[in-house]
């Protein structure tokens, strides 16, 4: 005969595995709290030789984004180590396994990046323009057809350019290596966002290169990249940025960029993007 | 052996007082639940678990009623347990229907999806999958889109305005993948969505736009 204490005991375990059995069908596996992952060293990915945005001379970092970066570090609390990274592994470092926890380096938000990293933003918003010689006649898009035209790989630029243009692309890793094919002639132009050819024209010495004033096409927004996945992370981060955007990003601009205009730049801090839900 | 089964049979009878009238109530919620299609299988999910642990406790303790020595059960007894039975095995499954009839949410369709560029509207008709329009219809925009490489489908808006039986009754700003919620006022015939896309601008945003998750909640206050 069943004792009283071994009935309660069977009912425990009916209760105890049920209760297991309900938690184990709860969602994934919750995400780190964004103050304890952005905290000790955090890496952070970053162009390089980008004029005004971000450079590395005698041992120390420069740029609007390295700017971002620290000013960032500060707010939060945590010591910045910026990497340098090629325009492709903006993407592939944030969806492989690598040390790599923010990405700010002119790295446009868009539907097709959002499948694969989350971002937060925007803090800058610009369109793609085009950079020749100071001495070349190309006034509009057409008289970039049928010519070589250097974009960098993985960006933005070379997706929107190839569509529908006749043109003979010529792919390189970074935006100096461009802005070298188009000082020797090896490209007749070269496309990105126009911020960042604003930047290299403004810091270009010998004035032998210029942004074409009337090419102005599509839009770019410069996001923070953060691995999939991070609502928390993402909202953090926004926070963050409306802050920055409504207190450092006039002097910021200005400090770094000098010579460019601020005009159609500065995003509305009370209306950055939402963070996407975890997929 | 002869025994044994007359044994299993008289004990079968004994408990037939009570047996039989839960058995009418429990093929009728079976019933019930299967006709509810989806509903009910969630239904059946969540109050599965409580009457499993339920029937397991039920079964522990019979055991240990079994083994004692009790004193045969009276006619008038049975008949009030069995009464009782019956009324509660009947009453709740009656209560639930009726429930469920009045108040219980009510699945909308809203047909398929409409591909809306910049500035772009459409208007979609919600369909109720049954009972009449009263109470918040809820749904979750998705957004999506193959022009890259665009940055549309988290910024764009959608301006949602709400016509019930002719009448504009109020404008809705919903984004992609958030729930949004629309009243509906008691006694309407018909409902409209009118859906204009605002993307951000010079993006030439083409969106495809489904209102998935499409529910009337029909709170009974």
């Given at each position: ?6 009935v ?5 375990i ?19 709290d ?24 005698n ?40 040390e ?26 610009d369109?793609?323009g ?6 070349s ?35 390189e890793?970074?935006?100096q ?17 126009r ?85 | 052996?002869?025994?044994i ?20 109530p429990?093929?009728?919620l079976?019933?019930?639940l ?5 509903w ?21 303790f ?21 009464a009782?039975?019956?009324l ?6 009656a ?17 398929s ?14 369909k ?29 808006r ?40 605002k ?23």
């Amino acid at each position: 005969m069943a004792t009283v204490n071994q009935v309660r005991r069977w009912i425990g375990i009916l209760l105890a595995t049920s209760v297991v059995l309900a938690s184990g069908c709860g969602e994934g596996e919750a995400e780190v709290d964004p103050e304890e992952y952005l905290s000790g060293i955090v890496s952070i990915g970053v162009n390089i030789d980008l004029p005004g945005w971000s450079e590395y001379s005698n041992g120390v970092w420069d740029g609007f984004d390295i700017t971002l970066g620290n000013w960032l570090s500060r707010e939060i609390g945590f010591d910045p180590q910026y990497v340098p990274l090629t325009t492709d592994e903006r993407m592939s470092r944030l969806t492989e396994a690598s040390e790599i926890k923010l990405v700010i380096a002119n790295f446009s938000m868009t539907d097709e990046r959002r499948e694969d990293i989350d971002f937060s933003g925007p803090y800058l918003t610009d369109a793609q323009g085009v950079m020749t010689l100071a001495g070349s006649p190309v006034r509009t898009l057409d008289d970039i057809e049928n010519k070589t035209v250097c974009v960098t790989l993985g960006s933005t630029g070379e997706t929107r350019l190839l569509a529908g243009k006749r043109i003979n692309p010529l792919s390189e890793n970074t935006i100096q290596r461009c802005v070298d094919r188009v000082r020797d002639g090896s490209a007749y132009a070269f496309s990105t966002d126009r911020v960042l050819l604003d930047g290299i024209v403004a810091h270009d010495p010998g004035r032998s290169l210029r942004v074409v004033p009337d090419i102005r096409f599509g839009h770019e927004r410069y996001g923070i990249g953060v691995r999939n996945n991070r609502p928390g992370l993402c909202n953090f981060l926004r926070g963050k940025l409306a802050k920055f955007i409504d207190e450092e990003w006039d002097d910021t601009f200005r400090s770094k960029l000098p010579g460019v205009s601020p005009k159609d730049r500065k995003p509305n801090s009370r209306d950055l993007t939402p963070c996407e839900k975890p997929s | 052996m002869d025994h044994i089964r007359g044994r299993a049979r008289h004990t079968l009878a004994q408990h037939a007082y009570w047996m039989v009238p839960l058995a009418v109530p429990t093929v009728a919620l079976t019933i019930a639940l299967l006709a509810l299609g989806e509903w009910g299988a969630n239904l059946a999910q969540v109050i599965g678990l409580p009457f499993a642990i339920y029937a397991a406790a039920s079964a522990i303790f019979a055991r240990r009623e079994h083994v004692a020595y009790r004193a045969p059960v009276s006619t008038r007894r049975k008949i009030a347990v069995g009464a009782l039975t019956l009324l509660v095995g009947a009453v709740l499954p009656a209560f639930g229907w009726l429930w469920y009839d009045r108040y219980a949410d009510v699945d909308v369709r809203f047909g398929s999806a409409s591909v809306l560029g910049e500035g772009e509207s459409v208007t979609v008709n919600p369909k109720l999958a049954r009972s009449q329009w009263r109470g918040e219809l809820t749904f979750t925009p998705a957004l999506s889109t193959d022009s890259t490489p665009g940055d549309c489908v988290l910024p764009a808006r959608l301006m949602i305005t709400t016509v019930v039986d002719g009448q504009r009754i109020g404008v809705t700003e919903a984004r992609h993948g958030v729930e949004t919620a629309i009243t509906i006022p008691d006694g309407v015939e018909q409902v409209e969505l009118n859906l204009l896309v605002k993307g951000p601008p010079d993006q030439e945003c083409v969106l495809t736009v489904a209102l998935t998750h499409a529910v009337l909640h029909r709170v009974p206050w």
